[in-house]
């Protein structure tokens, strides 16, 4: 089992593009959630799912979207990136929310 | 707002000095996770209480869930270099509910 993907490892975007940071697992998990990562503010829920074709949003859903069409996969995407947007993103799975989260190695974002 | 607010956000310690870091709210939680997380990697699972007054022990951490269930502890004995990274809890305040994450303790143990 490869547990959490994400690609891609690092990017650089300028101000206004756009793009998707993808994440996968392969452990049939119902639950799949991102995460932003910032000094000294832990990790904070951008967006979650609890099965295929359901998601909603955590605590800093701004400026993100997410969509869950297969179990496996949970894409978020930067509509229109700004500096505010640099972090590093985390995704995770669990068999079911509140549960053990399994997390994918983090994408690095940096915005110009 | 932090739902769940971890104490100290630093430390910085001498191997073989003991530590406890400390992970409070004003909420009840159906359940609390400690992760380490390693520069460079995602968090990993340490442990998991769920009944209010739980111990558990994982060789020399020690880790206490509060008798309401709002407040956790995480002990460490005899730290060692290895036990360096970025300890953090996280709570559910039901189950299969989202979980919320503090904001984490950065542990540094020198040799």
Redesign the interface.
């Known amino acids: 089992n490869a547990g959490?993907t994400q690609t891609p490892k690092f990017q650089v975007l300028k101000t206004g593009q756009s793009m998707t940071l993808q994440c996968a697992q392969d452990m049939n998990h119902e639950y799949m959630?991102w995460?932003r990562q910032d000094p000294?503010?832990?990790?904070?829920?951008i967006h979650?799912s609890?099965g295929a074709g359901i998601t909603?949003q955590?605590?800093v859903p701004n400026g993100y979207n997410v969509s869950r069409s297969t179990t496996e996969d949970f894409p978020l995407r930067l509509l229109s990136a700004a500096p505010s947007q640099t972090s590093v993103y985390?995704c995770?799975s669990s068999l079911?929310?509140?549960e053990?989260?399994y997390?994918?190695?983090?994408t690095r974002l940096l915005v110009l | 707002t932090?739902l769940l607010e971890?104490s100290p956000?630093f430390l910085s310690i001498q191997e073989g000095e003991n530590l406890t870091v400390y992970c409070n709210s004003s909420s009840v939680f159906?359940?609390l996770?400690w992760?380490r997380q390693e520069p460079?990697?995602?968090?990993?699972?340490l442990v998991?209480v769920v009944t209010g007054g739980e111990v558990k022990k994982l060789k020399r951490l020690t880790f206490q869930f509060g008798d309401a269930r709002k407040d956790s502890s995480l002990h460490i004995t005899a730290a060692q270099p290895g036990d360096t990274g970025l300890y953090?809890c996280?709570g559910?305040k039901?189950?299969?509910?989202?979980?919320?994450?503090?904001?984490?303790t950065e542990l540094s143990v020198k040799p």
């Open positions: 959490v959630s995460y000294g503010m832990g990790l904070r829920l979650y609890v909603d955590g605590e985390f995770a079911q929310g509140g053990t989260q997390f994918g190695p983090g | 932090q971890q956000q159906s359940s996770q992760y460079g990697e995602g968090p990993v699972l998991t953090l996280a559910a039901n189950q299969g509910g989202k979980l919320i994450f503090g904001q984490g």
